[in-house]
């Protein structure tokens, strides 16, 4: 399933078990953060994952609705933690 909708997207399909793992890779910095710089980067990663994912549906003539409303989840995750943390 997840191939076809890569090919649909025209996107290669060996880039969905790198991506994929990279997703999960992302998710563990986030939640660990022990390397600011490793989780910096991670939140980089998500942010143009999705933004290449809006640009997709967006070709593709598709809602787009949750690609729109995960980076802003992302944003308040992103902005919301650096305030938690710098007030502790």
Same mark, same amino acid.
């Given at each position: 399933m997840i191939k076809g909708f890569f090919e649909f997207f025209n996107y290669p399909?060996?880039?969905?078990i790198p991506?994929?793992? &990279?997703k999960v890779l992302g998710v563990v910095?986030? &939640?660990w953060r022990k390397s600011n710089? &490793?989780?910096?980067?991670?939140? %980089? $990663?998500?942010?143009f994952d999705l933004v290449l %994912?809006?640009?997709?549906h967006q070709e593709a003539n598709h809602d787009l609705g949750l690609s729109v409303a995960g980076i802003l989840v992302l944003f308040i995750s992103y902005f &919301? $933690?650096?305030q938690v943390r710098s007030n502790n």
């Open positions: 399909v060996y880039i969905v991506l994929a793992i &990279l910095m986030v &939640l710089w &490793l989780t910096e980067w991670a939140y %980089a $990663g998500f942010f %994912a809006t640009a997709a &919301l $933690g650096k």
